[in-house]
């Protein structure tokens, strides 16, 4: 029996955030790659435009519709797992928790993750969702086949030597391409990551950040504006034994510190923004240094339960420190009480074609406030250092950048609009956020 609602929707859809919001005219929630197709196809006959909406963790109107809206709860599990190609094939709508909770329990895990398990596998690709690593890439530079609905409503299979103009570009599709029913990505034997988190000095951060970078897996670090203190997180590969912390412990740090009074700092931040700096001495010179060992997707992820408005732009990796040191600057010069740290991480060059490495070894700079908190003074200021270094805003965050800035910002970008023209000529997976971005 078919899952497709023909009916005309009452919902009103909003994401993760509350940026966002969309009344589509009616859903669907199909249960298999025919499905899918079906429900594009109808869309096609009633001249609706279509997106898929996974958990809404963008913060752009990059899903957002006024046609049908697909959502993938019920396209959900793993496929098949090949022990020989070590790969594992995924149900689009899978939220990447079971995903790597069903690898853990058959001794396979991914090789790197971003730090939230909530989204899904599709929604997580599709944006170009990343982790740190210096030689391990995001989520996208995992998949090794990719199957897809296209505006015909065709079944369309792509990988390395098959439709390989469709895998270089769809791995980072913005669901401009088609929609994803099924994702094949690399896996390998699980594996153990020991942790290590020390505070550390702003200045000591930036003058070590190219060590730090190449002596270890995957490196990160948050810096808390208003003071010159940093938190430092080391993650190696390590042949254990494991030594997760403790479930007190966990709670302390995870809920307590990072949520629940986080929570609170920020709420009193927001009402009382002359409050923020002497709360983010506070909270940056309460951190302690701690070592855990666990299996990869404990030590990469953690729960987030403090919403946010975030940007995020990708740098040549060489241009981090510099760039990081003006945004700095500039908060010191400004009257803005900004109550996030600085987030920096780092990916290498890949090979896909909207990715914002590709081509080029990659830092990461986001930069976050706090929901219902007036961002766009700070967030221009910060956009303003970005773009002056080359940077590539991040799919599924917040940016004012449009199809001619990243056209020069994208050597490729011509490649992937050259596809979308060929795969959706009359833009049936268009909306008014992809036009922005992509052009007509």
């Known amino acids: 029996m078919s899952a497709i609602s023909t009916e005309n929707g009452t919902r009103t859809w909003r994401n993760w955030a509350g940026t966002v919001t969309a009344r589509p005219a009616r859903e669907a929630s199909p ?47 793993v496929r098949r797992i090949d022990r020989e190609a070590m790969t594992v094939t995924v149900e689009s709508g899978t939220p990447l928790r079971r995903l790597n909770q069903a690898l ?25 969702t990343h ?20 505006a015909d409503g065709s079944l369309l299979t792509c990988d390395a030597g098959n439709n390989p103009e469709v895998f270089a570009a769809a ?31 702003f200045g000591r951060v930036v003058a070590e950040f190219e060590a730090l970078y190449t002596e270890n897996e995957h490196f990160e670090f948050y810096w808390f504006p208003h003071t010159d203190n940093c938190n430092t997180k080391r993650n190696n590969r390590s042949a254990g034994p494991a030594v997760p912390p403790g479930a007190i412990s966990r709670w302390v740090d995870d809920e307590l510190l990072s949520n629940g009074l986080f929570q609170v700092a920020n709420s009193l931040g927001r009402a009382v923004p002359a409050a923020v700096p002497p709360i983010a001495a506070l909270a940056s010179r309460a951190l302690s240094a ?12 953690s729960p987030r339960r403090v919403r946010f408005v975030e940007m995020e732009y990708a740098l040549p990796r060489e241009a981090c420190t510099a760039a990081l040191r003006e945004v700095r ?16 991480r780092t990916a290498p060059a890949d090979d896909i074609t909207l990715s914002t490495a ?24 910060v956009e303003r250092i970005m773009t ?53």
Not at 172 to 182: D, M, Q, R
Not at 331 to 344: A, D, G, H, N, Q
Not at 363 to 381: C, E, K, Q, S
Not at 405 to 434: I, S, T, V, W
């Open 329 to 344: 600057a500039m908060i010191e010069r400004s009257p803005l009480k900004i109550s996030f740290p600085v987030e920096v």
């Open 171 to 201: 791995r980072i599709g913005l669901g401009a391409l088609g929609v994803i029913t099924a994702v094949t990505l690399a896996v390998e034997p699980l594996f153990l990551l020991t942790a290590r988190e020390e505070p550390m000095s």
């Open 104 to 128: 853990a329990r058959e001794g396979l895990s991914l090789t790197n993750m971003g730090d939230i398990m909530a989204q899904t596998v599709a929604g997580a690709v599709s944006t170009g």
């Open 358 to 381: 590709s081509g080029r070894d990659s830092a990461y700079i986001a930069v976050h406030l706090y929901r219902g908190t007036p961002h766009r003074a700070y967030f221009t200021a």
């Open 131 to 150: 982790g740190t690593g210096r030689d391990s890439g995001s989520l996208a530079a995992q998949i090794r086949g990719l199957e897809l609905v296209t």
């Open 290 to 301: 701690r070592t855990y060992t666990d299996i990869p997707y404990k030590v990469f992820t």
């Open 388 to 440: 002056a270094h080359g940077g590539r805003p991040h799919w599924g965050k917040l940016h004012t950048r449009d199809a001619e800035y990243l056209a020069a910002a994208y050597p490729r970008f011509g490649e992937f609009a050259a596809l979308r023209d060929r795969l959706d000529p009359e833009r049936r997976f268009g909306n008014d956020h992809l036009r922005r971005v992509l052009g007509d």
């Open 31 to 77: 249960a298999s790659a025919d499905e899918v197709a079906e429900a594009v196809r109808r869309a096609a006959e009633d001249g609706l435009r279509v997106k898929t909406v996974g958990t809404g963790h963008s913060f752009t109107a990059v899903a957002a519709t006024d046609g049908l809206l697909i959502r993938p709860d019920l396209l959900t599990g």
